[in-house]
Structures are given as structure tokens and as C-alpha cells.
């Protein structure tokens, strides 16, 4: 059992930053590979990263490479989304996941476990 808890959403402009933060509960964290999914108002959640467990693979949807950077502190229980050139269509609520067993990272129904989400508004 994992409890994630994401932070570091808000408002920015069109062409901004921001950085967001999973902080899993519990001592194995290092055992779960972990990503990103978001979902936009009237629309379905979609893929946005994936980190393995020790960080060797990550995978990322074709709407966010270049821009988006998953990464992981096994030492801290933290996944990170650094989110750069941020764009009016990357306005969502954004979950962080986890998962102690992926074959397919970019599949939502491989996560056991997501947190509450964060909102992201990028204003144009």
C-alpha cells in the first residue's frame, strides 16, 4: 500500500515552469515505478511520463518531449515532473501514479495507485 500526495500546481503563463512533486507514503518506494497522467475538463486522463524504478527508462507522450522531464530521489520517496515551454494545452489536473508491476508504462490501468491531483492553468 502507497499514498501519494502531489504538489507544486498553479497558474503560469504560456511559455513558464513549474516543477511538480509526488511524495509517496511508506519505506519501499524504490520498488514502484511511478508516472504522470493528467486530464484536462471534458476530456479523458492521458499518458504524460514515466519513470522506472531505479530511473534507467523513461517515457514520456509525444505531446511533451523536449519539454517535460520525469526523474526520481528514491531517498526522499519523491517523483518530479520539471514541466518547461509550458502551453495553454498542457492545462490539466495532473496525477502522479505508481505501480509495483508495468509492462505497458503508459497504460493508466498499470497503476494501483494515484494520488489527488494537482491543478496546472497555463494562461495564454
Known amino acids: 500500500q502507497v499514498q501519494l500526495v502531489e504538489s507544486g500546481g498553479g497558474l503560469v503563463q504560456a511559455g513558464g515552469s513549474l516543477r511538480l512533486s509526488c511524495v509517496a507514503s511508506?519505506?519501499?518506494?524504490?520498488?514502484?515505478?511511478m508516472a504522470w497522467f493528467r486530464q484536462a475538463p471534458g476530456k479523458e486522463r492521458e499518458f504524460v511520463a514515466a519513470i522506472s524504478r531505479y530511473s534507467d527508462t523513461t517515457n514520456y507522450a509525444d505531446s511533451v518531449k523536449g519539454r517535460f522531464t520525469i526523474s526520481r530521489d528514491n531517498a526522499k520517496n519523491t517523483v518530479y515532473l520539471q514541466m518547461n515551454t509550458l502551453k495553454p494545452e498542457d492545462t490539466a489536473i495532473y496525477y502522479c501514479?505508481?505501480?509495483?508491476?508495468?509492462?505497458?508504462?503508459?497504460?493508466?490501468?498499470?497503476?494501483?495507485?494515484w494520488g489527488q491531483g494537482t491543478q496546472v492553468t497555463v494562461s495564454s
Open positions: 501514479a505508481a505501480s509495483s508491476l508495468v509492462v505497458r508504462p503508459m497504460s493508466a490501468v498499470e497503476y494501483s495507485y
Open positions: 511508506g519505506r519501499t518506494f524504490s520498488t514502484y515505478a
